[in-house]
């Protein structure tokens, strides 16, 4: 197993930009691709983006041309840069393996004014 650990999250006004970063235990490299999941309040968890070991990414359809997923495999970390952001994005953002691990951790929260 694995503990991740997210931050950089806070209150931005809508059009602004925030970096997630989410730190790993363990090295990255051998788990393989990760990922980037938020959960909006009263909603299911969701889908934000992933990226493998290559650099390969994919992303959401809500989020694709405004964020930008990317790994440090020498730091074990990956990371998310949000631009554009809008008052739907307000979520907790957590990172997870592709697809996920069972346990996750205590995520980061992003609030978006209007």
């Known amino acids: 197993q694995v503990q991740l650990v997210e931050s950089g999250g806070g209150l931005v006004q809508a059009g602004g930009s925030l970096r997630l970063s989410c730190a790993a235990s363990r090295s990255i490299f051998s788990i393989g691709s990760m990922g980037w999941y938020r959960q909006a309040p009263g909603k299911q968890r969701e889908f934000v983006a992933r990226i493998n070991n290559p650099g390969y990414t994919v992303y959401g359809v809500s989020v694709k041309g405004r964020f930008g997923i990317s790994r440090d495999n020498v730091n074990n970390s990956i990371y998310l840069q949000m631009n554009s952001l809008k008052p739907e994005d307000t979520a907790v953002y957590y990172c997870?393996?592709?697809?996920?691990?069972?346990?996750w951790g205590q995520g980061t929260q992003v609030t978006v004014s209007s």
């Open positions: 997870n393996k592709y697809p996920p691990y069972v346990s």
